[in-house]
């Protein structure tokens, strides 16, 4: 959708699909029709997040300089860390001040409808996607609006170099790709590769044992020795806050100088380091069953190690998959490669949310083992294997997996920016021509 009606539109559809989805969670009574109405609002808002999370991080990358795409684009992390942060202080004030009745599950339930109401504001205010528009053939409106992004004027040579480079990718892309099948898009030159590093990389994320200990929190914690209601729900609180504050340092800090791939790399090793000595400490250490809030120092340790092993997450493989993953997309299949990628990361996400209660009743101390191997075999060689992207344009991507050599894009620049200089002196080419029949009219002005 977001590539025929445009990336600012979709989003403003699916918020809506969100807010509705929260409001009949929200307005769920007590019994069997309440239920109902929660689990299909849960149906609701599920498909409004999900389209959410695979537009937002295209519409942003798309908008920002590459010089600070990482960083800017690492932000959808840190709101989403924000988020689950709340989520924990939210059911931690619930347990202590609210325990019967239906504000049980309306006060949570509604408190979505917050940040739903915020980004429907701020989108009021966004401009459309330039690579959007110049893909739907709008090059004045494109020029304006990535003017405008960059804080700059249409007569910027640095902004009409980056349009140039923007419109030398899109022929590019209709003179091989016309008529884009889903074939194409998935297995086209250079394609097929980005498609598996986005399924890959949310497959690991996943199963780098995180969101076990994210949604699971409360009983993670009980796992390790922190038994009762409060101190559980408090020590996923401080995890939250660890999460945060971790986070907003990497992207803001740490991404454009260390870069993707040696990010993802220690992060994985670290993480896998400080689940080894988890697992180890529970194994020695095993909690004893307690009825009162006593933590033994064992506890306390193992949590400490959890929170640095938050840190880890936060310093690489929490932020960097979107981060990575709206980079390497070009423009023509990025709301496919997007839409694929989230799909695959609510899909795994579903499966170990299903499957953690099970792992931590079997396996116990060995649970943070099998994560920890995850970390360091399969994250960590994964992360050598994929190129860096740090510093490139998303047009450069194409030369990086092989789409195109570079020798040839540095041609169709040279041309594009005839063609851009020709549009928005002359405008637009007329409704229907071909970009045979731009080209022609461009050389054809040129000539006189």
Partial sequence: MSGWI???????????????????????????????????????????????????PAFVSECAPKEVRGRITGLFQIW??????????????????????????????????????????????????PRYLARSGKTEQALANLAYYRRSTVEDPEVRAE??????????????????????????PGQWIRFVIAFVIFLLQQFAGQNSVGYYAPRIFSS??????????????????????????????????????WSLFWSAIWMGIFFYI????QKTHPPAVRTDDYVPPASKAMAGIIYMYCVAYSFGWGPL???????????????????FASATQWLFNFVISKITPTLVSKLGWKLFIMFATINILGMGTFALLIPET????????????????AEARAKDITKAEHVVDDEVRHGPAPAGSSDQDVEKASISQRSK
Wanted: charged share 15%.
């Fill in 6 to 56: 445009g990336r600012k539109p979709t989003l403003l559809i699916f918020i809506l699909i969100f807010v509705v989805g929260a409001a009949l969670q929200t307005a769920a009574d007590a019994g069997t029709r309440g239920l109902n109405m929660i689990y299909v609002g849960r149906v609701i808002a599920g498909l409004g997040v999900g389209a959410i999370s695979a537009v937002c």
């Fill in 80 to 129: 989403v860390a924000t988020g689950v942060m709340l989520s924990y202080f939210v059911n931690y004030g619930m347990s202590l001040h609210i325990t019967t009745g239906p504000r049980v599950w309306r006060v949570p339930f509604g408190f979505q409808l917050v940040p739903g109401g915020i980004m429907a504001f701020g989108l009021i205010f966004a401009k459309e996607s």
């Fill in 163 to 188: 349009m140039a480079e923007i419109e030398a990718t899109i022929l590019e892309e209709r003179e091989a790709r016309a008529g884009l099948s889903f074939r194409e898009a998935f297995l086209g």
């Fill in 224 to 261: 390790i020795g922190y038994t009762g209601t409060t101190p559980s729900f408090l020590a996923s609180g401080v995890y939250g806050i660890v999460k945060v504050i971790a986070t907003a340092l990497f992207i803001f800090l740490g991404v454009e100088f260390f870069g993707r791939k």
């Fill in 278 to 281: 988890v697992g180890a400490l």
């Fill in 321 to 339: 998959p979107w981060v990575y993953v709206s980079d390497i997309f070009p423009n023509r299949t990025r709301h496919y490669g997007l839409a």
């Fill in 390 to 405: 740090k510093g490139k344009s998303l047009e450069e991507m194409d030369i990086i997996f092989g789409s195109i050599t």
